[in-house]
């Protein structure tokens, strides 16, 4: 089945510097969607952006998608210790947009 | 609003035990999910709802069965669970194909 794969699986950073985690997924999709899940607790939506959008911003957060090299990129600004979560990116399928497929995901940990 | 509740939060069962995960949402989102968490992984996908009086399968639906109750409610059964469905479990819904999902805190099943 397809599936996003998130690169790289862990990432460390100081306080204050950008983050920027890839996402790379196998077949075309109607929409891409970016999660965060912090240790022990469920996931939080972050971002949607649907396979006719480039770029799509949320506060700290830049999203792009490039369907044609089936890639997406979430990026985190000015980053602060409570942005230490796991990040997942999830794709539909052209078959159905029911169904979200997600990816392995990025550790990333932010150092005070 | 209280979102998705799942319940109960913690399990421990016998191999060849069964039981029910139950999960509601208050939100009068269309479509329910359930997935599965395995440690250091993404989510799978196990069944899913597209609406009330439907259910389909995801990615990994063998030794499951599920009932959607009625709009609000979603539950998971393990007939006669396996030690290879120690797992975490998610619920989550939405508005329906190409929205967010709204995730429940989980529930943590062990069979010993």
């Known amino acids: 089945s397809q599936q996003g794969e998130e690169d790289p699986q862990a990432l460390s950073i100081q306080e204050g510097e950008n983050a920027t985690m890839n996402c790379s997924y196998k077949t075309s999709i109607n929409n891409l969607q970016w999660y965060r899940q912090n240790s022990g607790r469920g996931l939080v939506h972050l971002i949607l952006?649907?396979?006719?959008?480039r770029e799509k911003h949320s506060g700290r957060l830049r999203v792009t998608l490039d369907t044609s090299k089936k890639s997406s990129s979430l990026l985190i600004t000015a980053s602060r210790a409570a942005d230490t979560a796991s990040y997942f990116c999830a794709t539909d399928g052209m078959d159905s947009s029911y169904k979200l497929i997600f990816g392995s995901g990025t550790r990333l940990l932010v150092r005070p | 609003n209280a979102g998705v509740t799942q319940t109960p939060k913690f399990q421990v069962l016998k191999t060849g035990q069964s039981m029910t995960l139950q999960c509601a949402q208050d939100?009068?989102?269309?479509?329910m999910y359930w997935y599965r968490q395995d440690p250091g992984m993404g989510l799978r996908l196990i069944y899913y709802s597209a609406s009330e009086g439907t259910t389909d399968k995801g990615e990994v639906p063998n030794g499951y069965n599920v009932s959607r109750l009625n709009k609000r409610e979603f539950s998971l059964r393990l007939e006669s669970a396996a030690p290879s469905q120690t797992s975490v479990y998610f619920c989550a819904s939405s508005v329906g194909a190409g929205y967010g999902y709204t995730f429940g805190s989980g529930t943590r099943l062990t069979v010993v």
């Open positions: 952006i649907r396979s006719n959008e």
């Open positions: 939100m009068n989102h269309n479509s």
